[in-house]
């Protein structure tokens, strides 16, 4: 089957950094994706995962370990505008489609 | 500026009423795409459309066509046979697999369908 779990809700101060994780099962693996969601709009594109490992564009990273099913979003020197829904998606490599987690939605405090 | 577009953003359906969701987008993406998006649920895949002309269920088709008449257009209607129809709507697009141009997927702004 397919499996995707995130934390529903996280918070954190301005400044500081958050990690958010996501753990996956699925039948087969062929990619992960962060988008980053904020009330009522579309979800923006922020990283793609398909190697172990760590990728960095700017404040945000993201980390990939196959053998363990699991990735995390990493912000660093969090804004007030980082406060928004942060969705995990993983690409089956059997049916090409991209399945969703519920989302974590992230507030940012001063 | 290439992008996707969605309309109207708001949508109002009466009982037993059919109505058409628009996505248009100019990034030259041969595939496209229809999510529905509930609170507290991830986002679930309607139809898809690897290429003009064909399309393919996705995981909750029911109550829901469309038509890939265009490469640039993908638009959904949501039937009367949709019992639970209010939600928000997302179309996305990307390059189709194996053309080597990455397959991220890229999502237009959303229709909000209510029931009235």
């Known amino acids: 089957g397919q499996n995707i779990d995130q934390p529903t809700e996280m918070t954190a101060t301005e400044g500081a950094i958050v990690q958010i994780n996501c753990t996956y099962q699925?039948?087969?693996?062929?990619?992960l994706f962060w988008y980053q969601q904020h009330a009522g709009e579309a979800p923006t594109f922020l990283s793609y995962?398909?190697?172990?490992g760590l990728e960095e564009k700017g404040r945000f990273s993201s980390f990939l370990s196959r053998s363990k099913g699991y990735s995390y979003l990493l912000l660093k020197e969090l804004q007030m505008k980082d406060s928004a829904s942060y969705l995990c998606?993983?690409?089956?490599?059997?049916?090409?489609?991209?399945?969703f987690g519920t989302g974590t939605r992230l507030q940012v405090f001063p | 500026d290439g992008g996707i577009t969605q309309s109207p953003k708001y949508l109002f359906r009466k009982e037993g009423q059919n109505v058409t969701l628009s996505c248009e987008q100019n990034?030259?993406?041969?595939?496209m795409y229809w999510y529905r998006q509930d609170p507290g649920q991830g986002l679930r895949l309607i139809y898809y459309?690897?290429?003009?002309?064909?399309?393919q269920k996705g995981d909750i088709a029911e109550g829901y066509s469309v038509s890939r008449e265009k490469k640039e257009s993908f638009p959904l209607t949501v039937t009367s046979a949709q019992k639970n129809p209010t939600a928000f709507y997302l179309c996305?697009?990307?390059?189709?697999?194996?053309?080597?141009?990455?397959?991220?997927?890229?999502f237009g702004p959303g229709t909000r369908l209510l029931v009235l």
């Open positions: 990034l030259n993406h041969d595939a």
């Open positions: 996305a697009s990307s390059h189709r697999e194996g053309t080597g141009l990455g397959e991220t997927q890229y």
């Open positions: 998606a993983v690409r089956d490599i059997n049916t090409d489609k991209l399945i």
């Open positions: 699925t039948s087969g693996f062929n990619g």
């Open positions: 459309s690897q290429i003009v002309n064909d399309f």
């Open positions: 995962n398909v190697l172990d």
